[in-house]
């Protein structure tokens, strides 16, 4: 007997899946894709720092309190002082002044920012300026300021200044200046002595000719710088300067007998200090010179030996001449020894 056919289970029935190729298993592989970017997370623009803020600590200082260049000018006592204007700089305006130590000259005073007044004290002052701003700062400076007395004028020839004809430059001091500041104005009226100018208080030149009738008179006007004034009037009486007059002393050799010239002498303050014979002119030992009356009497002794020489014989008067103090008037003679 045939066995029978078997049956086939469904369960050995090829299936499809198996038949038929996956469609992803049978597709053509496909062209290598770039990975899908991811997007970036825009980054945060970095945020400006703040300006930085001055903190009230660095506020600039203002420039240091200075004060100005002051002229204190010499002044006069009874002249009006000119105003002296106080300036300053730097610190906190606006400014007060003061005057910290020393004093002013007595008429002066410190009113807001200036220094005026009339002084009425001379002499040298020391002071120290103080200025203080509003925020209390100070700064000081030593000042100075001289005061001259009043001008003066006293003078020397008032009455009458008898001077010798020939003298030159001591005799002409007609006044004496006192105070005042300089530089000081001179005007003349009247009559100068001939041969004089006018040099400030003082006559310039030499006095050349003799007031014979009257004294030579005039008066002087000076004002200084400031304006102060002064007056004075002088009076010149010019006498004749001295004279001597030469001669001759003459002798026989051997006759025991000298000799005796005989020199007048005239002019000058009317009575001569000395005669001497110069020492360039040698003489005769024991030869001398002697006053008598109006006279130089010029002696030399008997010789024994023939002299002939000239002697030069110089006259002393007791009036100045100048040109410088002490100097006096003088006169010259020649006497001619003759010994034969």
């Known amino acids: 007997m ?9 369960s050995t029935t090829a299936s499809p899946s198996t038949a038929v190729e996956s469609p992803v298993a049978s597709a053509p592989s496909a062209a290598p894709t770039a990975p899908a970017q991811q997007p970036q997370s825009p980054r945060p623009s970095p945020t400006p720092s703040p300006s930085p803020r001055p903190s009230p600590s660095t ?23 000119p105003a002296v204007p106080l300036t300053a700089s730097g610190g906190t305006p606006p400014y007060s002044w003061s005057i910290s130590s020393g004093v002013l000259p007595g008429g002066l005073a410190l009113s807001t920012s200036s220094i005026s007044g009339t002084p009425k004290t001379p002499g040298p002052f020391q002071f120290t300026v103080n200025a203080a701003d509003s ?3 100070t700064a000081g400076a030593a000042q100075s300021v001289t005061v001259a007395p009043y001008l003066t004028l006293a003078g020397n020839c008032t009455n009458v200044c008898s001077v010798e004809q020939g003298c030159v ?6 006044a004496t200046l006192g105070g005042g500041v300089a530089p000081f104005q001179y005007q003349a009226t009247g009559t100068l002595p001939p041969g004089t100018t006018l040099n400030g208080p003082s006559l310039a030149g030499t006095f050349t000719t003799v007031s ?26 010019v006498f004749a300067q001295i004279t001597l007059q030469g001669g001759t002393c003459s002798t026989k050799v051997g006759s025991g007998f000298g000799c005796t010239a005989r020199l007048p002498y005239a002019g000058g303050a009317g009575k001569p200090a000395t005669v001497t014979i110069s020492s360039q002119t040698p003489v005769p030992k024991g ?16 010789q ?9 014989v110089i006259l002393t008067d007791s ?20 010994i034969n």
């Open 2 to 10: 045939a066995s029978p056919v078997a049956e086939v289970s469904p």
């Open 59 to 81: 506020r600039p200082s203002p420039p240091p309190l200075v004060i100005g260049s002051l002229t204190f000018p010499t002044g006069e006592v009874g002249i009006g002082y």
């Open 135 to 137: 925020a209390g700062v």
């Open 169 to 174: 430059t001591v005799c002409g001091a007609y």
């Open 212 to 237: 014979a009738a009257a004294p030579f008179s005039f008066a002087i006007a000076v004002t200084d710088a400031l304006g102060a004034t002064g007056a004075v009037k002088a009076n010149y009486s």
């Open 287 to 302: 030869t001398t010179v002697t006053f008598q009356g109006g006279l130089v009497l010029f002696s030399v002794p008997a």
């Open 304 to 312: 024994t030996v023939a002299v002939s020489v000239k002697a030069l």
């Open 319 to 338: 009036a100045v001449c100048g040109p410088n103090a002490g100097q006096p008037c003088t006169a010259t003679a020649t006497v001619i020894i003759s």
